[in-house]
Each structure stands twice: as C-alpha cells, then as structure tokens.
C-alpha cells in the first residue's frame, strides 16, 4: 500500500535581509517561485499588478532580500537562493479536466495537487477530459515553458486503441502529413501493438500538441480511436507501478536531471526532513481537497519565444520515469494541448 504523501514547505531564505547585497532582476526570482516563465513574468509585471515596498514595480527592476513584494495584494516570499523546483507526475484517468476554471464544475486535477506555500504548480501541456495517462507539474515556470514551446519539439507518445485496423496506405499517409483545419498534421512514428478482435493498438509518436491532434489525425481518416493513453513526454515515461489516479514526486537527482536536459541551472536542494526525503520517489494516491479561490498568480498570455534553447530527448526505457536525453533538431510549430 502506498505511503500517504507528506507535504513538503516551500523553503523560504534564511539569511539576514541586507539592503546592502546585490540587487537580482524581479522577474527572475518570480520565475524562480513558480509563477510561469521569465517572459511570463516580464508580462506581469509590466502589468502593473507588482508592487516592491508600495511602489510599482518596472521592467527590470531589481530587488534586495528585505524588499517587500506583492502581486495584487498578496505578499510574495521570494526565494534569493534558488532552490531546486518541484516535479510530480501524475496517471490521469479518464473524467478529469485539466483546467483550474471550469464554468461546469466538472473535477479537475488541480483539486488533487499537494499544497505548495509560495508560487504554484504549472501543468505540463494538456490532457482532454477523455485522455488518460501522464500529466506532469512542476513549479518551475521555465522548465514548464521548455517541455511546451513549439520550438523544442519535445517528444510526445501515446498508446492509441482504434475500432479496426490500419492499412499499409493509412499508416504511411499519417506520417507524410494529413490535412486538418488548422494545418498539416503528422506523426512522425507510427508502430502496430497487435490486438484482438475490433480493438487494434498502436504506439504513436509527435513533437507538437495541438488540441486533440491524435484524435483528430484518426478522425481524418475515418478511424474512431476508443481509448487513447500518453505514455511518455519527452525523457519523462509514465512508470508501470503509477496506478491511475495515482502520483509520484521525482527525487532531487531526478529533477535536476531535468533542468540539465532543458538547458536550465541546477541550483541546490531544498533542506528536507528525513520523513520527507522518504516520501520522495513513492506513489501516493492523493486526497480531495477544495478548490482555490484565489486570483490566478500569472495573466493567461503564453510566451511568444523561448529564453533559451536545449536538446530534447529522444530514447527511453519504458518503465522508468527519466533516461538519458539525446539531441534532436527543433523548428517552430503551432502549440496547444495534447491528445
């Protein structure tokens, strides 16, 4: 049975406020507490929503440990030493929704996500609500914006269930190119899995996430998918023992594995208590809880271009949750959500 999942707090600085240390650029430290990338926070600030000691805050502003720094009117707690952000992996099941505002109500998995004290969990592109299989969080603005931005073309892999089979001509026309309303669309690894009956199973593989483009590459043929399950997205796999419903927080080696692969710093771990350390890696089925009611922390505009560039993954071992990236060219494509 899976251990219950032990919160860990957000680690606040621990040295003396000194007015006199060297100022560090206010969009960086709010990056580093998780609130989206640096071209993100750029954007809020630029907003007008931040205030350092009363005042508003402009582009470029620097800011020393003992400033006082809010969005809206809600006090900040920046980190001035970085910390290693956190990474939780989690198996969606099917009737979740991945947004944080849904006029419908339905569950979400943000109603699901641990608490973190400062910043907030970035989901890791999108599942629809009929998709299952891996969602990765993180409290790292940039390293969300690394796995997501077109540029990157980052890997995503699924296993699809089809009512029929493909043909030799179906197959090579999903990985030539398939036009769809918003675009040609491709996969750029198709493989058969077998099957019985009506159900035939295949791995499909592409570096863009479009809104339901697996789904709809299919469709475009006439072919219904019944079931559709992502398995690995970039060098992160869904682990065979993360149960649906299920997550999973990566250890500090894990993680900073990640920020290496994404081209990121690895700043040093957080202090954890021993109970703490040993929650990390384990399974945890993880409890209800209400939704928040708080202002969104960052606007909804996504970055235009990314802040720096970095390899993508392209091999893994199934089962494991990280292998070793390797290199991979990148070129701008459209972005949106996945499966």
């Known amino acids: 049975m899976a251990r219950p999942f032990k919160r860990t707090p957000t680690a606040r600085p621990t040295r003396a ?4 240390a060297p100022p560090q650029r206010l969009h960086k430290l709010l990056a580093l507490a998780g609130l989206g990338s640096r071209r993100d926070m750029e954007e809020l600030i ?20 003992g400033d006082v720094v809010r969005l809206d009117s809600r ?17 969606k099941p099917e009737g979740e929704i991945v947004s944080q505002d849904d006029p419908e109500k339905r569950a979400t998995v943000f109603d699901k996500l641990p ?23 993180t409290t790292s603005g940039e390293l969300a914006n690394h796995f997501m931005h077109p540029r990157y073309e980052v890997e995503r892999e699924y296993a699809v269930r089809l009512m029929g089979e493909l043909t030799d001509a179906q197959m090579l026309q999903l990985t030539q190119g398939v036009e769809l309303d918003d675009g040609m669309a491709q ?55 993360l149960k649906r419903g299920q997550m999973l927080e990566l250890p500090p080696k894990d993680v900073a594995g990640l920020l290496e692969w994404a081209g990121l710093a690895v700043p040093r771990s957080p202090q954890r208590t021993p109970k703490e350390r040993e929650s990390l890696g384990k399974t945890f089925t993880p409890k209800e809880r209400k939704p928040s009611t708080r202002t969104p922390l960052s606007p909804a ?26 290199q991979q060219k990148r070129s701008d494509r459209n972005r949106g959500r996945g499966g």
């Open 75 to 91: 006090i900040l707690h920046l980190a001035y030493e970085a910390e290693l952000p956190r990474v939780l992996l989690y198996h």
């Open 187 to 241: 996969f750029d690894k198709i493989q058969d899995r077998g099957g019985e009956g009506a159900n035939h199973w295949y791995e499909v593989m592409l570096k863009e996430g479009r809104n339901r483009e697996v789904r709809r590459l299919f469709e475009a043929l006439g072919l219904m998918v019944s079931r559709l399950m992502r398995i690995r997205f970039g060098p992160v796999n869904l682990p065979a023992r």
């Open 301 to 326: 505009s996504k970055p235009k271009t990314p802040s720096r560039s970095a390899p993508a993954a392209k091999r893994r071992v199934r089962g494991d949750a990280m292998n070793p990236p390797t």
């Open 17 to 20: 406020a000194n007015p006199d």
């Open 46 to 65: 630029a907003s007008g929503r931040i205030t350092v000691n009363g005042e508003v805050a402009q582009v470029g502003a620097g800011v020393v440990p």
């Open 115 to 137: 608490h973190v004290r400062s910043g907030r969990w970035v989901a890791i592109g999108r599942l629809d609500i009929n998709t299952s299989g891996l969602l990765i969080f």
